[in-house]
């Protein structure tokens, strides 16, 4: 007498199967997720870095070292935030002006934005554990 169905061990092993694969699935999908997060952050980081090159470019060759040291707070949606210790802050920009770097009557202007992830990726870090987006550019006297 033949019987029809599924030992209880081909059930087992069909359910080990089943648990890697959807295992499998759920790391795929929370690297995927780990991801967009990280290229939200380093989009937003990059515009912030362009918007303030853009305002250094705007300002006379001679205030430019009125930048230098400029440091501002940003929220998730790159709003500006009154506090840097608050818990609002996501990104904090520095900006940094040398004079006469690499010629002279030419000025270098470095823009850095970070912001901790809390994520552990092997990324740009800054020296303090945090992620960090730099744009550098020259300005010209003439």
């Known amino acids: 007498m033949k019987q029809a169905g599924f030992t209880l061990i081909e059930v087992m092993i069909s359910m080990f199967i089943m648990l890697f ?3 499998g699935l759920a790391m795929v999908s929370l ?3 780990r991801s967009s997060i990280y290229a939200r952050r380093l989009t937003s980081a990059n515009m912030l870095a362009e918007k303030e090159l853009e305002r250094c470019r705007n300002v006379d060759y001679d205030n430019l070292a009125t930048l230098d040291g ?3 707070c940003f929220d998730g949606f790159m709003t500006p935030v009154a506090n840097c210790a608050g818990s609002d802050a996501v990104f904090t920009r520095t900006t940094t002006v040398t004079a006469d770097t690499p010629l002279a009557n030419t000025s270098q202007i470095d823009v850095s934005v970070t912001w901790d992830e809390g994520l552990a990726w092997n990324a740009r870090l800054a020296a303090d ?3 960090e987006a730099k744009v550098v ?3 010209s006297r003439y």
Do not use: F, K, R
């Open 129 to 131: 554990g945090s992620y």
């Open 70 to 72: 400029d440091e501002s």
């Open 31 to 33: 690297y995927a997720q």
């Open 137 to 139: 550019s020259y300005i």
């Open 21 to 23: 694969i959807v295992q």
